[in-house]
């Protein structure tokens, strides 16, 4: 979206997703890096969520990254040590 003509964007919104996730998903891989001993909570209902539609977004170039990303960028995130 930073990158894309304004002409193209400007005054339009954009669905960004690939994955539905939930807390217990972001904390599983946050309680991994952190070690942390308390219970994750429990998975949240998912089968009444609607998949957003990301075609304008795609046609942009956009290309989702899947589990493998969010999981790279949580453990990542979580790992971060502000010094």
């Not at 304004?6 to 539905?20: C, H, K, P, T, Y």
């Not at 989702?64 to 040590?81: E, K, M, Q, S």
């Amino acid at each position: 979206m930073l990158e894309a003509d304004a002409a193209r964007v400007g005054g339009e919104s954009f669905n960004v997703s690939d994955l539905i996730t939930d807390t217990h998903d972001i904390l599983f891989f946050v309680k991994q890096v952190r070690e942390c001993p308390h219970p994750l909570p429990h998975r949240a209902e998912t089968a009444a969520v609607a998949a957003m539609e990301c075609g304008k977004i795609r046609a942009l170039g956009w290309v989702p990254g899947g589990a493998a990303l969010f999981a790279d960028t949580v453990t990542r995130l979580a790992g971060y040590h502000r010094d």
